[in-house]
């Protein structure tokens, strides 16, 4: 059963009209748009006469409990048309009262069905309480299901997300069926609070924002650099074991590359503006790294001996997100994708999918992500958004989802989540907090190569079409490293740890040794690479430094004092154990 299937979707629909009831009996004045469910709770934008503020939520939050225990009755209710609809609406009152409930009724195209949800009921003063809201539903039965829910923050929404139109607010909260889920999802949003990439990233000196840079646009510390460097290394490694080759292209390219591959038709709205150089070509700053990947394949010709060709990327590209839709490093209008692309014969397109799906289960399993579920992104046969014929459209949906059974893999079927050129698999990855994320991604297309008209010549001598693959095993370097911020709430495993060691010497008499212990650690190499390490040689006193290095959530601590110097051995501070004793050093990494 989906989610908009559920009990639970329901119950929060019906919250949605509870809030808006109690805000419509609080406030006079205020004006309803819509409020619909969502997928952690539900959420009503509303024009409210004066500004609505936060320590509001209470009064609003306290209504809606006495009016859920009136336990009123939700019924649907049809009208005959749209005239009988607006009469309902007004209820008495003029047209600018309700200028939203009523747009929203002329989009309703003649014909279709229109209906109304009803709750009422009788107060302990005798005095009925109603309210009657334009809605498609569903619904649950009666208030008295609404028991355990909470108003959580208040925003700002432009109606119709167009911002032309006029700013709402938007008062956002969540329902539950039972009060425990509520408690723990409340508190999975007070965990996540402290795990927040956007304030982790900022004291952990990964990464900052500058608004003299522009909104969405990250800047990389030395420690969050060195994060990017580590993880990128580790599929660099990863890809060449596989028979892939690196190649790096433009950060911009021109506007007739991207027609021929159908981005400015159905992406134009993600890009940012042109640019037009002296001899009026016309440039765009590349949204997708494909297209040149396409370019180098055609620059030469190709027999069926030499593929299938794999090239790998890290490829910055920039997508014009709205500025209400940046969110950190998560979001964000300048990123890096681990993008490759496989040009592969027909024939070689399911191995070559399932050789994608193990590097990026290999990949998952080696970052501590081991709870994630499989989605298969198919053409919504209603829009029009997508390019190519049907019968490549079937065939490519065809190889991933036969793909999957070959594998045993489980999977659903998400119809409209399809890449505009083809079908896809997306690896849904669940976090600490039980939040799913949509990271890793690899997608099959018939449609690029045949509207670049790529060819290689097949064993009877004659032009055959090449099949691409596109993948992505992190998705975005910036989308991977807010996710694993969050997962470890900045404590990353020792093998990811921007630093992984910490010298502390006790006083400057020691400094000299902590140096050369350090220079020693760093031609130690771990997981194939060299120790990373920093000396803590501030003039602070020990408990200041180590207390600092374990807000920084640095793995290990080595502390020398005169008797460590002494005695050949080193204090040894672990970041979850906390001491564990002097150890010489070369007990110290072997215990690594």
Not at 102 to 126: C, H, N, T, W
Not at 269 to 295: G, Q, S, V
Not at 337 to 365: R, S, W
Request: hydrophobic content about 35%.
């Amino acid at each position: 059963m989906s989610y908009e299937q559920s009990h639970l979707y329901r119950l929060r629909h019906s919250a949605a009209h509870l809030m808006a009831q109690a805000v419509s009996e609080l406030y006079a004045g205020a004006k309803l748009s819509i409020g619909p469910p969502i997928e952690n709770g539900f959420y009503y934008d509303i024009d409210f006469p004066e500004p609505f503020k936060e320590d509001e939520l209470v009064k609003v939050e306290n209504r809606m409990r006495e009016l859920a225990n009136l336990k009123q009755p939700i019924t649907r209710r049809v009208v005959a048309n749209k005239e009988e609809a607006r009469a309902l609406i007004l209820n008495g009152h003029k047209p600018e009262d309700e200028p939203y409930k009523l747009e929203l009724l002329d989009a309703i195209p003649d014909g279709e069905e229109v209906s109304f949800y009803d709750q009422r009921a009788i107060d302990k003063q005798g005095k009925e309480r109603s309210f009657v809201d334009l809605c498609r539903g569903p619904h649950v039965e009666n208030t008295s299901e609404i028991k355990a829910f909470k108003l959580l923050s208040v925003a700002g929404a432009y109606w119709r997300g167009d911002v032309k139109n006029k700013q709402l607010t938007r008062i956002y909260g969540t329902a539950f069926e039972t009060k425990d889920e509520l408690e723990q999802y409340l508190h999975n949003l007070e965990e996540a609070k402290k795990r927040d990439h956007r304030v982790l990233g900022r004291e952990l000196g990964l990464f900052m924002f500058s608004p003299r840079v522009g909104t969405g646009l990250p800047l990389w510390l030395p420690k969050g650099a060195t994060l990017r460097h580590v993880m990128t290394d580790f599929l660099q490694k990863e890809q060449v074991k596989r028979g892939y080759e690196p190649v790096v292209t433009p950060h911009i390219g021109n506007i007739k590359l991207y027609e021929k591959s159908g981005h400015i038709q159905t992406y134009r709205d993600k890009m940012f503006p042109f640019m037009e150089d002296e001899e009026k070509e016309t440039y765009i700053l590349k949204p997708m790294n494909c297209p040149f990947h396409i370019e180098i394949y055609q620059a030469q010709m190709r027999s069926y001996r030499d593929l299938p060709v794999r090239y790998a990327e890290f490829g910055t590209v920039h997508r014009y997100e709205q500025s209400g839709e940046v969110t950190g490093i998560l979001r964000a209008r300048g990123f890096t994708q681990d993008d490759a692309h496989l040009f592969v014969t027909p024939g070689q397109l399911q191995e070559e999918f399932i050789g994608v799906v193990d590097l990026m289960q290999t990949v998952l399993k080696k970052l501590g992500l081991k709870d994630f579920r499989a989605r298969v992104g198919t053409k919504d046969p209603g829009s029009d958004k997508y390019v190519g014929h049907d019968d490549n459209w079937t065939a490519a949906t065809q190889a991933i989802t036969d793909a999957c059974d070959q594998m045993q893999m489980d999977y659903e079927v998400s119809p409209g989540d399809a890449a505009f050129y083809g079908p896809k698999l997306d690896l849904m990855i669940k976090d600490a907090l039980g939040r799913e994320w949509q990271m890793g991604t690899v997608q099959v297309d018939y449609n690029l190569p045949e509207r670049f008209e790529l060819e290689y010549v097949g064993e009877d001598s004659k032009p055959h079409r090449p099949v691409m693959i596109h993948r992505a095993p992190f998705g975005s370097l910036e989308r991977m490293i807010a996710l694993l911020t969050e997962q470890f709430a900045g404590a990353f495993p020792f093998w990811l740890a921007p630093t992984q060691i910490a010298v502390l010497p006790i006083a400057d008499r020691h400094n000299e040794a902590a140096i050369a212990l350090s220079d020693r650690l760093k031609d130690t190499t771990y997981d194939t690479r060299a120790l990373r390490v920093e000396v803590d040689d501030r003039r602070e006193s020990l408990n200041k430094k180590i207390r600092e290095n374990q807000r920084m959530k640095v793995p290990y601590m080595l502390i020398l004092g005169d008797k460590d110097l002494e005695a050949g051995t080193v204090g040894v501070r672990d970041r979850e154990k906390g001491d564990l004793g002097a150890m010489t050093v070369e007990s110290f990494l072997s215990n690594l």
